[in-house]
């Protein structure tokens, strides 16, 4: 069986990071990473991009209709989704 891992960030609260935090942040996420790459439980996985690129597509019989973008909710948002990891273990 694998696993989708969503992982969830506040863009505003990354924002206000220090470079020095936010490579701590990255460090820690690589070394996770490597953990399960090595364990051969890593299967795929990307960072997405930020809020303001978004855009809803709806689909109505079939057919799908492009929202734009969702200025509406940008400033609303408290977190969003950050990367997502596709994962095998063995066990949970």
């Given at each position: 069986?694998?696993?989708?891992?969503?992982?969830?960030?506040?863009?505003?609260?990354?924002?206000?990071?220090?470079?020095?935090?936010?490579?701590?942040?990255?460090?820690?996420?690589?070394?996770?990473?490597?953990?399960?790459?090595?364990?051969?439980?890593?299967?795929?996985?990307?960072?997405?991009?930020?809020?303001?690129?978004?855009?809803?597509?709806?689909?109505?019989?079939?057919?799908?209709?492009?929202?734009?973008?969702?200025?509406?909710?940008?400033?609303?948002?408290?977190?969003?989704?950050?990367r997502n990891?596709?994962?095998?273990?063995?066990?949970?």
């Amino acid at each position: 069986m694998q696993y989708l891992l969503l992982i969830y960030d506040s863009e505003a609260d990354w924002g206000k990071l220090t470079a020095a935090d936010q490579a701590a942040m990255y460090q820690e996420y690589g070394q996770f990473r490597k953990e399960i790459t090595e364990k051969e439980k890593f299967r795929a996985g990307s960072q997405l991009q930020p809020i303001a690129t978004a855009t809803t597509v709806r689909v109505r019989n079939g057919k799908r209709y492009p929202a734009g973008h969702r200025a509406e909710r940008r400033g609303k948002e408290k977190n969003h989704l950050e990367r997502n990891q596709i994962i095998q273990p063995a066990r949970l």
